[in-house]
């Protein structure tokens, strides 16, 4: 049972244009979303996160939205560029407790010049 | 600089071969986990520990158990390794609520020949 999942395996976007990466949720007691970055061989950086009383949280060129009646996220990046190529996992937790994430599947972006 | 450390980046074993992955965090968090990469699958949930000496089976924890000893250290046994255990192996120290957030070692390319 994929309780988190990216539906898209891969993005290829135009250097310079916003990027869209969506993940989808199936269990409502998830309460706090993050997104992470993953370079070939190197772990998982983490980029921005969401708590479930906000819709909307912004760092610099990324930004993470959050529609709890859809159960779904998203991560824009904009502008795009060149070094924002990696797999990007979406994960979801709830606060209490053991704080376990669980993540995606994953999204391959590639930027193009 | 907050650091979680993986002994080995890459590791070729043999099937029916006992295997220990250690990873050491330097932050003083309770939770730690480990989780296997497996392409079109994610990051999926072998172990974690939320303190000494305490350990809970993650989503695929068959095949594998662990061990806390320390706080700084949570350590991964493959009992005897297996062909499909072949993959990447992450470690992650996770922050305490309200602001999750886990950091990764660099990761572990586990081949079992």
């Known amino acids: 049972d994929q309780q988190v999942k990216q539906n898209s395996p891969s993005l290829s976007v135009q250097e310079g244009r916003i990027s869209i990466l969506n993940c989808d949720y199936t269990n409502s007691m998830f309460d706090y979303f993050l997104w992470y970055k993953k370079y070939p061989a190197e772990g998982p950086t983490f980029l921005i996160s969401i708590s479930s009383i906000k819709d909307k949280n912004e760092d610099g060129r990324f930004t993470v939205f959050l529609n709890k009646s859809a159960k779904h996220l998203s991560l824009h990046i904009v502008p795009s560029q060149p070094g924002d190529s990696a797999v990007y996992f979406c994960?979801?937790?709830?606060?209490?407790?053991?704080?376990?994430?669980?993540f995606g599947q994953g999204t391959r972006l590639t930027i193009n010049p | 600089d907050v650091k979680v450390t993986q002994s080995s980046r890459y590791l070729v074993k043999r099937t029916g071969e006992k295997v220990f992955l250690e990873c050491v965090q330097d932050m003083d968090h309770e939770n730690m986990f480990w989780y296997r990469q497996d392409p079109g699958l994610g990051l999926r949930l072998i172990y974690f520990?939320?303190?000494?000496?305490?350990?809970e089976k993650g989503d695929i924890p068959e095949g594998y158990s662990v061990s806390r000893e320390k706080k700084e250290r949570f350590s991964l046994i493959l009992e005897s390794a297996s062909t499909n255990q072949t993959s990447m192996y992450l470690c992650a120290s996770v922050t305490p609520a309200p602001n999750t957030e886990a950091f990764f070692g660099q990761g572990t390319r586990l081949t079992v020949v």
């Open positions: 994960a979801a937790t709830r606060i209490q407790g053991a704080q376990k994430l669980v």
């Open positions: 520990s939320y303190d000494v000496k305490m350990k």
